[in-house]
């Protein structure tokens, strides 16, 4: 679905020009679940920034389905984004005038999918986050975690081709990490949906089908488990 | 130094009443060493929201060195938090036009340190949290992980009598946030700063002197080490 080829990026601040990933491959193919750990600052956020098309590489090729993601025009990657990818960030991103459930159902409306399938599938991914009762509250009346689930919930309501989560437990107990973990798992083998899991949390580790370590902007494979 | 007592919170939204904490007990004196665990909508967000005086409470009291906090003035309680207590935010909360250093150095101004001195101790401790090569960025710069590490510089580097720290290693890996969390102790043990550590992280649990656990708003003390 999305193939890296020797992706580079590069800031620029006033005093320094910082390599943030050097000569990264990556392929993401359907039915994907790769982990990928590495330490802060190390240049995760970074890759999936670009991943996703949200921001540009400095060097390298990027292709989805395929094509040339620099070939799409900035509308067509809007498109792309919209229908094939879900995205969690690290600091959610939530529309702060929308309700929990306006947000999780905004990218369903930009899909044009209608309002009684839209209800369904906003209630069954709420509660399988554990937000039911939260549906009609704004994210400044949730707490830190709620406000990750909402981000969650709003990636995985479109059942897009690939979800790339930022640190997507960094704020939950382990026992909601866990349930979230395996909903994650579940859209994966039912539905093929792919994962690309950025995470300091090791425990995630081991449902990994590919576990990928990143330092200094340089990624490593560090295992493959077929059998997962 | 702080003393909560019966403490209440109620959060009303248009369609619910919300009760996040009940009848709440707890004292934190000077050198604890304080951890708490509990699901993500517990109420640990609006406990330290009440003992830092940001938010008020709904019921109950609140000490500050045996005095009712209701007592003291909007601006009383405002230097209170200035010299007494420093703060590590869920969500960071770092000034955008600062640069890494600056946002650290802000508190060394309030309190009127020499520029020598505050010079000295910024440095000091972005190297402990290691950040000395990000000293001249600013947040947008930064990753998830290093922003929270300028929050928790900044909590800890007036040394203040008790730090009040909402899951300061979230975004971070366990190698740095094993280290983080080390100098919490050093600070503790050399100074005798209190800390009041509320985390999802269990493998802090092991440092802690008292170790607290909290559910649908009710506290209650799991562990007591006083040997640690
Ligand atoms: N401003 C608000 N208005 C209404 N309800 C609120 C508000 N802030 C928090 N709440 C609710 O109060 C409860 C406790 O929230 P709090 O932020 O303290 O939880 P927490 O333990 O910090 O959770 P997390 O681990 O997810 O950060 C939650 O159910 C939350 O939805
Ligand atoms: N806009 C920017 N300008 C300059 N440098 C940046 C910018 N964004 C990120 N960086 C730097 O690029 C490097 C990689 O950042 P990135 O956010 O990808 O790290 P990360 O692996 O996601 O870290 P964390 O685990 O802390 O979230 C870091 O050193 C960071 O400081
Ligand atoms: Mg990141
Ligand atoms: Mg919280």
Do not use: W
């Not at 930009?110 to 994210?139: C, H, S, T």
């Not at 994966?188 to 792919?194: G, H, P």
């Amino acid at each position: 679905i999305i193939r890296a080829e020797a992706l580079e990026k590069v800031y620029f601040t006033q005093a320094e020009k910082i390599e943030a990933l050097k000569a990264v491959n990556l392929e993401i193919n359907k039915g994907d679940f790769i982990v990928i750990n590495g330490p802060s600052g190390s240049g995760k956020t970074t890759l999936l920034n670009l991943l996703s098309g949200i921001d540009k590489p400095s060097g390298g090729e990027l292709y989805f389905d395929g094509f040339p993601l620099g070939e799409f025009t900035d509308s067509e990657r809007t498109v792309i984004r919209r229908d094939k990818i879900g995205l969690v960030f690290q600091s959610f991103e939530l529309i702060p005038v929308l309700t929990a459930r306006e947000n999780v159902e905004y990218p369903l409306l930009l899909q044009k999918i209608k309002r009684v399938e839209r209800r369904e599938r906003v209630d069954e991914i709420l509660a399988r986050v554990g937000l039911a009762e939260m549906a009609d509250r704004f994210p400044a009346q949730l707490s830190g975690g709620q406000k990750q689930r909402v981000a969650i919930a709003r990636a995985l309501v479109t059942r897009p081709e690939v979800v790339l989560a930022d640190e997507p437990t960094g704020n939950l107990d382990s026992e909601i990490g866990q349930k979230i973990i395996k909903l994650m798992l579940r859209l994966n083998q039912e539905y093929s949906v792919a994962f690309v899991i950025v995470t300091h949390d090791l425990s995630i580790n081991k449902y990994a089908k590919k576990l990928i370590q990143i330092k200094d902007g340089i990624l490593s494979l560090r295992e493959v488990n077929s059998h997962v």
